[in-house]
């Protein structure tokens, strides 16, 4: 293959991977900070052993984890296997979208979509929560930013705003929709869960806000980032998004009880929202809104 078409086809793509590396460095310090109310900026890393500040050379992306095999330079505690696997996964991510939709500003507002799947699925995972900063900042994103950058591409206003703030509805609207009416149904059966209602606690009323955001099973926190979804997507891509949501929800299920080797056992849908979404992204057979 001659350079130049190497360079034409895989050259975004490969610049997206290494911009990906960086950005996965910074979403692992967003999912261990961001749950424990601490901030994403200062101080610098440190090691969660022996809480010695680390040095820039020892934190390049991927690189540093295989010079250092894997272990502090300083007390020589094993460094977990995920620092490196998100920097990788976020950078492969990345080289896809760049590689799927080529250079465009759009792009660019896909890699920050991206990025904020990647750290509400993670955080998710090891929390079961998903923050408001980026399931809320992402609906702002979502509603003002996606619409002004279709504008410049020469999407009418109307067409651009109608089908983000179409989308966030539909999206968040549909998953509040399912989450409400099973916490209806469960009242109407006597059925209780864990942490619903609270030990002691009645069931909401319609007086009160739980009545309307605690659900059974599902947190708000899954409603807000399908807001934000489909804030992204429209309301086209919310739809495919459940579809594709609701798939990879029953594979990550199945995968959770064979590795548990028990049913019971909770975990949050968030990883699956976020893959759902993810794969209608990344899909060349689908159509957006706009």
Not at 42 to 52: E, I, Q
Not at 70 to 91: D, K, M, N, Q
Not at 225 to 232: E, N, T, V
Request: glycine share 12%.
């Amino acid at each position: 293959m001659p350079w130049r078409v190497l360079d034409e086809s895989y050259g975004l793509p490969l610049v997206a991977l290494a911009f990906g590396l960086l950005v996965g460095s910074f979403l692992n310090v967003v999912v261990h900070r961001l749950p424990r109310g601490e901030s994403v900026i200062r101080p610098r890393s440190r090691c969660p052993a022996c809480r010695r500040t680390i040095a820039a050379w020892e934190n390049v992306p991927l690189l540093s984890y295989l010079w250092l095999r894997g272990r502090c330079r300083g007390c020589g505690a094993r460094i977990s296997a995920r620092y490196p696997a998100v920097e990788v996964f976020t950078g492969l991510l990345f080289a896809a979208i760049a590689f799927r939709y080529g250079p465009s500003a759009m792009t660019l507002v896909w890699l920050a979509f991206a990025a904020a799947l990647v750290a509400a699925a993670l955080i998710d995972f090891e929390h079961r929560i998903i923050p408001d900063e980026i399931s809320l900042g992402g609906l702002l994103v979502g509603l003002l930013a996606v619409p002004a950058v279709r504008v410049l591409e020469g999407t009418t206003p109307q067409l651009a705003y109608g089908a983000a703030f179409a989308g966030a509805l539909l999206g968040g609207g549909i998953l509040w929709l399912v989450g409400f009416a099973h916490a209806r149904v469960s009242v109407l059966l006597g059925r209780t869960f864990e942490h619903w209602p609270e030990p002691g606690a009645s069931y909401p009323r319609p007086g009160e806000l739980d009545y309307w955001t605690w659900f059974p099973g599902m947190g708000f926190g899954d409603v807000k980032l399908f807001a934000m979804i489909g804030a992204f997507l429209g309301p086209r891509g919310a739809l495919e998004t459940l579809i594709a949501a609701s798939l990879a929800g029953l594979a990550l299920g199945l995968v959770w009880i064979a590795l548990r080797r028990r049913a019971d056992v909770p975990f949050g849908f968030g990883p699956a929202i976020a893959a759902g979404a993810l794969l209608v992204l990344l899909s060349p057979y689908r159509l957006f809104l706009i």
